[in-house]
T-cell receptor, first 115, second 110 residues
Framework: GAVVSQHPSRVICKSGTSVKIECRSLDFQATTMFWYRQFPKQSLMLMATSNEGSKATYEQGVEKDKFLINHASLTLSTLTVTSAHPEDSSFYIC???????????FGPGTRLTVL | GEDVEQSLFLSVREGDSSVINCTYTDSSSTYLYWYKQEPGAGLQLLTYIFSNMDMKQDQRLTVLLNKKDKHLSLRIADTQTGDSAIYFCAEGDSWGKLQFGAGTQVVVTP
């Protein structure tokens, strides 16, 4: 199947700093990328959907000024957690699909720890 | 709101069959999915079933869907140690948005 990578896999930062997470589709062009957040022993919660070249659509309760999403190319989307706080510590997972009816391929996730 | 529920843990002996159950609430779901997550890896799509189907079989995997009860199950025949992982069920709408359960940790013992 298609490969989606995330970078970094793990990041520790101080409270108040901003962290950028990259999601790349390595062997296909992703018209849509999704960002999820997963707490321990809980399900993946969809945060936002991003389509290449347009603004991301955020799920209810997700602050768009806090979680900045950029999908500037067909192979790269970035999630920036601005002014991170300890409650933002979580596992962030992205997925990508080539077309509307296409399968979503998931990245391996990024573990964010905010001290 | 919509909710997907599944049990958190299942222990099974190697060679036996595993059955993982899932219930969902959104009757407008178009597809229902089973994903597998191994440590350090992304979610891998195992199989899916269209909402107007009752059953789908794919080698060792059998998916049963009871749409009336909104109940989905995944049966793994002849479970192997390599099947140890977390299994997520998910429901998807026609736009491809997925709603996941919390995942079932399957542990296969020799």
């Amino acid at each position: 199947g298609a490969v989606v990578s995330q970078h970094p896999s793990r990041v520790i930062c101080k409270s108040g700093t901003s962290v950028k997470i990259e999601c790349r589709s390595l062997d296909f062009q992703a018209t849509t990328m999704f960002w999820y957040r997963q707490f321990p022993k809980q399900s993946l919660m969809l945060m936002a959907t991003s389509n290449e070249g347009s603004k991301a659509t955020y799920e209810q309760g997700v602050e768009k000024d806090k979680f900045l999403i950029n999908h500037a190319s067909l192979t790269l989307s970035t999630l920036t957690v601005t002014s991170a706080h300890p409650e933002d510590s979580s596992f962030y997972i992205c997925s990508a699909r080539e077309s509307l009816a296409g399968e979503q391929f998931f990245g391996p996730g990024t573990r964010l720890t905010v001290l | 709101g919509e909710d997907v529920e599944q049990s958190l843990f299942l222990s099974v002996r190697e060679g036996d069959s595993s059955v993982i159950n899932c219930t969902y609430t959104d009757s407008s779901s178009t597809y229902l999915y089973w994903y597998k997550q191994e440590p350090g890896a992304g979610l891998q799509l195992l199989t899916y079933i269209f909402s107007n189907m009752d059953m789908k079989q794919d080698q060792r995997l059998t998916v049963l869907l009871n749409k009336k009860d909104k109940h989905l199950s995944l049966r793994i025949a002849d479970t192997q140690t390599g099947d140890s992982a977390i299994y997520f069920c998910a429901e998807g709408d026609s736009w491809g948005k997925l709603q996941f359960g919390a995942g079932t940790q399957v542990v296969v013992t020799p």
